[in-house]
């Protein structure tokens, strides 16, 4: 992995920057595909603060099998509590510089204009979302709260379901329900009787 994989592994794990620059190779389960973030790192006034996440739940996140194997040669050479990203000369991230260094030149690079680390989340959501999580399994990825929070950040993203709740319940209601009273047998004033 290079200094840049920071921001393919915030786009496809859905984690904070701060998370990213935590993770320590322990954390990383390679044989379920999974990361344990349970940690992060933030840099104020030129010091390092280490805490837990923005919530303060530990998560796992999933580790799409387009990434893999990418951590694997990384993880096998650090010893359990060592980081995963570290800064060109060693030790941790420091946010402000990785994305000056690294993540807006390649932002620039690609085209992306404005694109911060943050909007990574959000095209994360979008990813899932559009993939066809439900909003619980979403709200665990991205660390919220609550379930309401990722509702109200993301509602836009789940489109307009009404037609598909107005179908649904046709799937799963056994058709002999329908074939009653009400049903197409009824004729005409029998049915009539027969609403309510």
Same mark, same amino acid.
């Given at each position: 992995?290079?200094?840049?994989?920071?921001?393919?592994?915030?786009?496809?794990?859905?984690?904070?920057?701060?998370?990213?620059?935590?993770?320590?190779?322990?954390?990383?389960?390679?044989?379920?595909?999974?990361?344990?973030?349970?940690?992060?790192?933030?840099?104020?006034?030129?010091?390092?603060?280490?805490?837990?996440?923005?919530?303060?739940?530990?998560?796992?996140?999933?580790?799409?099998?387009?990434?893999?194997?990418?951590?694997?040669?990384?993880?096998?050479?650090? #010893? =359990?509590?060592?980081? %995963?990203?570290?800064?060109?000369?060693? &030790? @941790? $991230?420091?946010?402000?510089?990785?994305?000056?260094?690294?993540?807006?030149?390649?932002?620039?690079?690609?085209?992306?204009?404005?694109?911060?680390?943050?909007?990574?989340?959000?095209?994360?959501?979008?990813?899932?979302?559009?993939?066809?999580?439900?909003?619980?399994?979403?709200?665990?990825?991205?660390?919220?709260?609550?379930?309401?929070?990722?509702?109200?950040?993301?509602?836009?993203?789940?489109?307009?379901?009404?037609?598909?709740?107005?179908? #649904? =319940?046709?799937?799963? %209601?056994?058709?002999?329900?329908?074939? &009653? @009273? $009400?049903?197409?047998?009824?004729?005409?004033?029998?049915?009539?009787?027969?609403?309510?």
């Amino acid at each position: 992995m290079t200094r840049g994989d920071p921001v393919r592994l915030d786009v496809d794990q859905v984690r904070r920057l701060a998370e990213a620059a935590a993770l320590r190779a322990r954390r990383v389960d390679l044989l379920r595909r999974r990361l344990e973030i349970v940690e992060s790192v933030t840099e104020v006034q030129g010091y390092l603060e280490w805490g837990t996440p923005k919530t303060h739940q530990a998560r796992s996140v999933p580790l799409p099998k387009t990434l893999a194997d990418r951590p694997a040669p990384i993880v096998a050479t650090k #010893a =359990p509590e060592e980081l %995963v990203f570290t800064a060109p000369a060693g &030790g @941790p $991230l420091r946010l402000r510089n990785w994305r000056m260094r690294v993540f807006d030149s390649a932002r620039d690079r690609a085209g992306l204009g404005t694109v911060t680390p943050h909007d990574l989340r959000h095209t994360a959501a979008s990813l899932a979302i559009a993939s066809g999580a439900n909003v619980k399994a979403v709200q665990r990825m991205l660390g919220h709260a609550s379930a309401a929070m990722t509702l109200d950040v993301h509602a836009g993203l789940f489109g307009d379901d009404l037609d598909a709740v107005g179908v #649904a =319940p046709d799937r799963h %209601v056994p058709q002999m329900c329908h074939n &009653g @009273p $009400l049903g197409p047998s009824a004729s005409g004033s029998d049915a009539a009787k027969n609403r309510v």
